[in-house]
């Protein structure tokens, strides 16, 4: 599998559409799980991790649903500063 999650078909009021979005999504889920039992996980803890992961990007989407409409300037650190503190 290349990762490639293909567009929806359905509207979001037609029934099918969250079973669409799952078969959609099923392959690049289980081919991130392969690479995690392959790095040496167990498949327990990858599916935690995947269940904890989505779940705290869900709220995050929930109060900013487009971070890059707001960055923030990243600025690196340099070790030196004019600042008087």
Known sequence: MNGRIPPRQHP???PYFTFECERAIDGAVRELVDKAITAGWPPEAAF???KR???RQALAY???PDPAVNQVEVRIRTGFSLAPF
């Open 12 to 14: 979001t009021i037609d």
């Open 48 to 50: 935690k991790a995947i």
């Open 53 to 55: 992961v989505t779940e």
């Open 62 to 64: 929930q109060e900013d």
